[in-house]
């Protein structure tokens, strides 16, 4: 058991804080819209993994590269991680495309 996978998680989710930040993206665009749609995004993809396990397709795998912590039984703690940083990087992709479109249309 350890937290090489989670830290690993973390430290993309901070990348994409910084990018974020430092183009005015997603959070720093609009916080509260941003908020709403990466809670959605997360909940959606939650009951989606979630009625996957229920159903069997989805199951953990075992593995040391992760703590062991489960939210629920076959959802790992990581996985909550990584849809957040899976909607936060989509959206700041978006984002991003959107102004470079907008900027090649102006020039």
Known sequence: MTLLYLLTLLVSLGGMVVL????????WHS???AALVVGIGVLFFLT???FG????????????????????????????VFLTF???????????AQ?????????
Not at 57 to 68: D, N
Not at 86 to 96: Q, S
């Open 20 to 27: 974020d930040w430092r183009f005015g993206l997603f959070f």
């Open 31 to 33: 916080p509260v819209r």
């Open 48 to 50: 989606w993994d979630l």
């Open 53 to 80: 396990i229920g159903l069997g397709i989805f199951y953990r795998g075992e593995t040391t590269l992760m703590t062991g912590l489960q939210l629920a039984p076959e959802l790992p703690l990581e996985e909550l």
């Open 86 to 96: 899976l909607c936060y990087l989509t959206m700041n992709l978006v984002r991003g």
């Open 99 to 107: 102004l470079v479109l907008y900027r090649q249309t102006r020039a």
